[in-house]
Nanobody, 122 residues
Framework: QVQVKVSGGGSVQAGGSLRLSCVVS????????MGWFRQAPGKERERVAR????????YYADSVKGRFTISKDNGENTVSLQMKSLKPEDTAIYYC???????????????WGQGTQVTVSS
């Protein structure tokens, strides 16, 4: 069983920055892809960003493109989400997820970490 542990989050004013980190219990190379999602109150879960553990690039939702950066540290089995120029509409619970199968492009992730709250005040 793959375990995913999320850290980071918190409260910040609009325009500020936060960094989320996600550690997986297996070697990151054994994962095909890692992804970040978020869910705001009363809204459906939203895709935020994903990254292949091999050097095959990353994908960002239009709503965060240019402000968020997903990165990986294979040595630490960690994927991070650097969030800059935060907006109140970025307020949500953020989740990290992992997959070891070729389901990345379909955003299908079987392994999920606990959520972490990000609150951006205006």
């Amino acid at each position: 069983q793959v375990q995913v542990k999320v850290s980071g989050g918190g409260s910040v004013q609009a325009g500020g920055s936060l960094r989320l980190s996600c550690v997986v219990s297996r070697n990151l190379f054994s994962m095909e892809c890692m992804g970040w999602f978020r869910q705001a109150p009363g809204k459906e879960r939203e895709r935020v960003a994903r990254i292949y553990t091999s050097n095959r690039g990353a994908y960002y939702a239009d709503s965060v493109k240019g402000r968020f950066t997903i990165s990986k540290d294979n040595g630490e089995n960690t994927v991070s989400l650097q969030m800059k120029s935060l907006k109140p509409e970025d307020t949500a619970i953020y989740y990290c997820a992992a997959t070891s199968s070729r389901s990345c492009s379909d955003w299908e992730f079987p392994y999920w970490g606990q959520g972490t709250q990000v609150t951006v005040s205006s």
